[in-house]
Each structure stands twice: as C-alpha cells, then as structure tokens.
C-alpha cells in the first residue's frame, strides 16, 4: 500500500509564501490523479487543487491565481506552492493520491497525514 508523508506546513505571515511537499512511497504500478485538500477549525474539509497524471490541473477559486500544483512522477512526489497567503487559508492541508498496484488492480486512494499551515495578519 502506498504511503504518504507531508511536510512544508508552519507558520507564516499575511502576504508571504510556503510550499508544501508530499511524498508517496510503497506498492506502486501507477499514480493517477493527486491533490490537496484542506480543513479550517469547524469547517468541511475542501478541494484545494487537483493534478492529473498528464498534468491537468484544477484549482478551487478561492486559491486560483495564488497557489500551484505540481507533481514530479519521477519522484511519485506532489508539491503546492502557495503565494500571497491570507489568514483565510490557515487550516490542515491533506495530500490524497489516486493510484493502482497492478494493470488489472483497483483505484485506490491514499490520504496524507496532513500539515497545519497558520497564516498570522
């Protein structure tokens, strides 16, 4: 099963800048569709952006213009970087990856252990 560890989350201050990285390891024949979501205190958790294999992208519009996502497959590794950061975006950010073990096998989906992004005024 694949496995996934989250890191680049912390503190930051309005305006300022962070990226977030997630790293997938394990059983792995390929890696389809990959993404961060996000959950602010007392909200539901939420689609941030998107990246396909091929590199389609897909961003929520609250973060269209300021964030980017990216993926490197040769390093099965998934990366946003987030510009102009507002309070609004303080929340835990989650990486979820699409992926299947096998020609024959399963969508599976695999989820990070997030990473608490605080965004100060």
């Known amino acids: 099963q694949v496995q996934l560890v989250e890191s680049g989350g912390g503190l930051v201050q309005a305006g300022g800048s962070l990226t977030l990285s997630c790293a997938a390891s394990?059983?792995?024949?390929?890696?389809?569709?990959m993404g961060w979501y996000r959950q602010a205190p007392g909200k539901q958790r939420e689609l941030v952006a998107t990246?396909?294999?091929?590199?389609?992208?897909n961003y929520a519009d609250s973060v269209l213009g300021r964030f980017t996502i990216s993926r490197d497959n040769a390093k099965n590794t998934l990366y946003l970087q987030m510009n102009t950061l507002k309070p609004e975006d303080t929340a835990v950010y989650y990486c979820?990856?699409?992926?299947?073990?096998?020609?024959?096998?399963?969508?599976?989906?695999?989820w990070g252990q997030g990473t608490l992004v605080t965004v100060s005024s």
């Open positions: 394990g059983s792995i024949f390929s890696i389809n569709t």
């Open positions: 990246i396909t294999s091929g590199g389609t992208t």
């Open positions: 979820n990856v699409q992926h299947t073990r096998s020609f024959f096998g399963r969508m599976l989906e695999v």
